[in-house]
């Protein structure tokens, strides 16, 4: 699934290519697109047909572009990529992308904006906005208000996170996954903050101190950036940008998928468990078991 720094190179690409522009005409190929969206298909187009993309906002892995309509602003078009959707902007005469599910035509029909989903786990769906208690002026979809600020958000609290871990009797993985915590961390994201701060996935958080907890989300931040610099992590093709074009920083991850290689930093050899119906990545001499 992607993670924070795929969602804002999409978020980045869709700010520069599809806002300011008009929603002329849109098309459903696979009605499961909208299955987040409570009233129907019908209206789904309705809402959109005629829209000016106002913004591309993101909060962790949460995408919404937040629509001018005839009867004024305070929606949103949310966006959910789930495993593999994809955004792309594409010139109108380009072939249909296979697993193509929604269609936008954008302006006077040359661009269209184009949702592509090979394994249908994502989705659109319209919702209201609403304001943000600790940021005046600021929106979100009422869905998702309910995730937590992320690392690289300017408002991004490690008090509040700090005073989170000490109430909580679980592993340091978990809180790094807990998207109420802090939102846009994955499991690609924690294990490499982890190795990085040289902390086993399963240290208790309430046995951590203020230090040790500052450490981790400051490597998660390090990481991210490092990552939205090489335009995010692409295993396959199932994350591209909305040009079509894959991140690099799959070459850099020091120990996610490098099971059976040796530690960048120790030469010992990396270990993988199993954690939370998926895997864990960690060298066990720079990250001892607790």
């Known amino acids: ?17 599809a806002v300011g522009r008009r929603i002329t005409d849109l098309e ?36 919404w572009l937040p629509m001018k309509t005839g009867s004024g602003e305070g929606t949103a078009m949310v966006v959910h990529l789930g495993m593999s959707g994809q955004m792309l902007v594409s010139r109108s005469d380009i ?13 006077d029909g040359a661009d269209e904006l184009r949702f592509v989903d090979q ?72 294990d490499e903050a982890l190795w990085r701060a040289g902390l086993h996935f399963a240290t208790p958080v309430n046995s951590m101190s203020r230090d040790e907890v500052t450490a981790i989300y400051a490597a998660a931040h390090e990481v991210m950036t490092e990552a939205l610099d090489q335009g995010g992590t692409s295993f396959d093709s199932l994350y591209v940008n909305v040009n079509g074009e894959s991140g690099y920083f799959a070459r850099s991850l020091n120990v996610y998928g490098r099971a059976g290689e040796n530690c960048r930093r120790c030469n010992s050899t990396i270990v993988r468990s199993a954690f939370m119906n998926r895997s864990s990545h960690y060298c066990p001499v720079c990250q001892p078991i607790p």
């Open 95 to 107: 072939p249909d992308q296979r697993h193509l599910r929604c269609r936008f035509v954008l302006d």
């Open 119 to 190: 394994r249908i786990f994502g989705g659109l769906y319209m919702d209201r906005l609403i304001a943000v208690d600790d940021a005046p002026g600021e929106t979100i979809p009422s869905t998702i208000v309910h995730i937590g600020r992320d690392p690289l958000d300017r408002l991004f609290s490690l008090d509040e996170v700090f005073a989170q871990t000490q109430r909580r009797r679980t592993e340091i993985k978990r809180i790094l996954l807990d998207q109420s915590v802090a939102a846009g961390i994955g499991n690609i994201y924690a």
């Open 28 to 63: 459903i190929l696979d009605a499961r697109t909208l299955r987040r969206h409570g009233q129907g298909p019908q209206d789904f187009i309705e809402q959109v047909t005629g829209a000016c993309i106002d913004s591309a906002q993101r909060r962790g892995k949460y995408l």
């Open 1 to 17: 699934m992607p993670e924070l720094p795929e969602v804002e190179v999409v978020r980045r690409g869709l700010q520069s290519s």
